[in-house]
T-cell receptor, first 114, second 111 residues
């Protein structure tokens, strides 16, 4: 069974440029999460989807970040414009439902903003 | 929201020794406590979890204990091996709410 797939794995951009990350969850997983992981810290939730509905986006900086999960399958996270402080790893995870404990993470997308 | 504190931030042990990582949480209503292992450059992966109706859970060389009264839980790794070297994250969750992670512990096992 394929795991959570993310792309790109690495992205280097200059500040003020836009960037987008894509995530394809495990087939059949209704819940999808985007996490931000700064160096030396634990993952922090940005947004959580239950199917195509965003059920928890309170930590998403909506002035520059946006996300969508059309059709309740794959998802895109966008930053526009990027700032230096956005340099981090963006992790996508999925689970069969909100009731399921285990999260299945992707390899992450490492963003460097110059 | 929940606040999860994790200690120590780094831990070095000799191969074969035991390692213990401790976490505290602030929300007494939290009822699910997983531990994730993240090897360098890899994805976090669940290694063990415990729910609030259980005080201890073991899986081969790893075990987790939970003290609800004190609001802390611990990961115990016995007979450590070099492949146990990784960053370990504890986390806490209440019901259908979000999962809150600790800051992580870098475990190094020296051969």
């Amino acid at each position: 069974e394929a795991g959570v797939v993310q792309s790109p794995r690495y992205k280097i951009i200059e500040k003020k440029q836009p960037v987008a990350f894509w995530c394809n969850p495990i087939s059949g997983h209704n819940t999808l999460y985007w996490y931000l992981q700064n160096l030396g810290q634990g993952p922090e939730l940005l947004i959580r989807y239950e199917n195509e509905e965003a059920v928890d986006d309170s930590q998403l900086p909506k002035d520059r970040f946006s996300a969508e999960r059309l059709k309740g399958v794959d998802s895109t996270l966008k930053i526009q414009p990027a700032e230096l402080g956005d340099s981090a790893v963006y992790l996508c995870a999925s689970s069969p439902s909100q009731r399921t404990g285990e999260l299945f993470f992707g390899e992450g997308s490492r963003l460097t903003v110059l | 929201g929940e606040n999860v504190e994790q200690h120590p931030s780094t831990l070095s042990v000799q191969e074969g020794d035991s390692a213990v990582i401790k976490c505290t949480y602030s929300d007494s209503a939290s009822n699910y406590f997983p531990w994730y292992k993240q090897e360098l450059g890899k994805r976090p992966q669940l290694i063990i979890d415990i729910r609030s109706n259980v005080g201890e859970k073991k899986d081969q060389r790893i075990a987790v204990t939970l003290n609800k009264t004190a609001k802390h839980f611990s990961l115990h790794i016995t007979e450590t091996q070099p492949e146990d070297s990784a960053v370990y994250f504890c986390a806490a969750k209440k019901g259908l709410g979000r999962l809150y992670f600790g800051r992580g512990t870098q475990l190094t096992v020296w051969p």
